[in-house]
Antibody, heavy 115, light 106 residues
Framework: QVQLVQSGAEVKKPGASVKVSCKASGYTFTSYGISWVRQAPGQGLEWMGWISAYNGNTNYAQKLQGRVTMTTDTSTSTAYMELRSLRSDDTAVYYC????????WGQGTLVTVSS | DIQMTQSPSSLSASVGDRVTITCQASQDISNYLNWYQQKPGKAPKLLIYDASNLETGVPSRFSGSGSGTDFTFTISSLQPEDIATYYCQQYDNLLTFGQGTRLEIK
């Protein structure tokens, strides 16, 4: 069965970076892209960007351009999302999802940014 | 960017009621629209894909319709376990989510 398993919760100080991993199983990794979505506490879902697991092409949300990098390691079927220059309003649960269309989702990774 | 306008933002209904949520796209997205259910502390769950197709294992009381810019999500007979927040999502051009509809039991 398709599974996306994300890395554990992180606590970071403002200005630091965080890298979240998303390990895929149960399907051919390079046949689908991986999307990243975040959800601030009590808020809605915000699309962050997408990476093709086939060729590494990316598309990032404009508001995150310059601070976010998405990569994949096809040898381990793992996708990564790195966010730099963290601010308090980056505190959120970060999800990876297969696609679009985003049919399978990881369990989420809570990233807390606090001094 | 494509904007998705979802309404209402919250909804209170009784068990057995018919519930309807709408989503309007800022431009034609054909049928590239999904509906998700999210319960507290959980990842979103895909219910309806391509505007009107029921995901495997999802109860038939859930349905979706529409194409172009106007879409509707319906629960034909509300059950207690349907209490959640529901989101529409377009994937015609990148991804955009609606603002969400919080569904409560009256």
């Amino acid at each position: 069965q398709v599974q996306l398993v994300q890395s554990g919760a992180e606590v970071k100080k403002p200005g630091a970076s965080v890298k979240v991993s998303c390990k895929a199983s149960g399907y051919t990794f390079t046949s689908y892209g991986i999307s990243w979505v975040r959800q601030a506490p009590g808020q809605g879902l915000e699309w962050m960007g997408w990476i093709s697991a086939y060729n590494g092409n990316t598309n990032y949300a404009q508001k995150l351009q310059g601070r976010v990098t998405m990569t994949t390691d096809t040898s381990t079927s793992t996708a990564y999302m790195e966010l730099r220059s963290l601010r308090s309003d980056d505190t959120a649960v970060y999800y990876c999802a297969r696609g679009p269309p985003t049919d399978y989702w990881g369990q989420g990774t809570l990233v807390t940014v606090s001094s | 960017d494509i904007q998705m306008t979802q309404s209402p933002s919250s909804l209170s209904a009784s068990v057995g009621d018919r519930v309807t949520i709408t989503c309007q796209a800022s431009q034609d997205i054909s049928n590239y629209l999904n509906w998700y259910q999210q319960k507290p502390g959980k990842a979103p769950k895909l219910l309806i894909y391509d505007a009107s197709n029921l995901e495997t294992g999802v109860p038939s009381r859930f349905s979706g319709s529409g194409s172009g810019t106007d879409f509707t999500f319906t629960i034909s007979s509300l059950q207690p376990e349907d209490i959640a927040t529901y989101y529409c999502q377009q994937y015609d051009n990148l991804l955009t989510f609606g603002q969400g509809t919080r569904l409560e039991i009256k």
